[in-house]
Each structure stands twice: as C-alpha cells, then as structure tokens.
C-alpha cells in the first residue's frame, strides 16, 4: 500500500495517496508501535502528502512528532532525524516563519558538515535550503553568498580552492 501511495502521491493524486497514507500509518501503530522507524516513515510520508497539498499545519504536526521521535530514538545527528528537521524547516518556508525555518536550517546545515564534510552533496543541499530561507528573510547578500558557496561545492572547485 505504501508504495501505491507514493506512486499516487508522484501523480499527484493526493486524496488516493492520502487515504491510503493514513491506512498505512494507523496499521503500522497498530502492529509496530508509534516509535517504530516504519511507523514513523509512513507519518513522514503522510506529512509529505499533506506538504505537497499545501496544508501547512497537518504537515507540521506530523513532521514535528517523526523529528522529536527521531532525536530521541536516533539522536539529533542521525541522517534520518536530518532529514525529519530539513522537512519541517521546509514547512516552516512555505508558511513564511522565517525565524523557525533559519533555526532548523542553521542547526542541519552545522551538523551535516560535521558529519559529512562541507562538500557532500545532503550538505550543499541544506546550505541552499538555508540560502533560500535568508532570501525570503530579505537577506539577499547573505543568500546570494551561500549559494554562491554552494556552487562552487557542487562544481567540485572547492577543493581547487585551497
């Protein structure tokens, strides 16, 4: 079911990959437990469902449990727990709470270069997310840097650099 979702959710079918979501959330509680990592793939993946429609706060919510659940279970630099705070920074963007995005922004981005190097591409990539939440802060210098940073990374010249 999980995967007919994503397939629904690809199409961009969201009320069938919605029902089928939740179908697949309240089974994996029920068999699992809440803090199961399958359980909380398939709230993250309900979250993403309800991001991609635009509704903000059901995505928050969700995105906030999977977040808190993965900090505690895995620890705040695990590559999942990671991944659980870039979503709802993106969240945070799409609802122009800039101050929240930049918090979780800044905190993925320092603990992906810790953990993976400034050059790895999941690091660029939160240094571009963090460029686009300073732009919509007004920010532009700032962003315009970072990105700049970001393409030299991708470009591969950082190492050339030095």
């Known amino acids: 079911m999980a ?19 939740v179908q697949v959330m309240e089974s994996s509680k029920a068999k699992l437990g809440a803090d199961h990592p399958s ?10 469902t309800f991001w991609n429609q635009g509704r903000w706060e059901a995505a928050e919510e969700l995105f906030v449990q999977v977040m808190e659940t993965r900090k505690a279970k895995l620890g705040a630099d695990h590559p999942s727990t990671l991944t659980s705070m870039a ?62 940073e970001c393409g030299v990374g991708w470009m591969g010249g950082r190492a050339s650099e030095g």
């Open 39 to 48: 359980t909380l793939t398939s709230m993250a993946n309900l979250a993403s």
């Open 87 to 148: 979503n709802l920074a993106s969240t945070y963007r799409n609802q122009g709470r800039w101050e929240a995005a930049e918090e979780l922004d800044v905190q993925v981005m320092e603990r992906s270069k810790a953990k993976l190097g400034a050059d790895h591409p999941s690091t660029l990539t939160t240094m571009n997310n963090l460029a686009f939440t300073w732009k919509g802060q007004g920010r532009n210098a700032e962003a315009m840097s970072l990105m700049k």
């Open 3 to 21: 995967n007919l979702a994503s397939t629904y959710r690809n199409q961009g079918r969201w009320e069938a990959a919605e029902e089928l979501d």
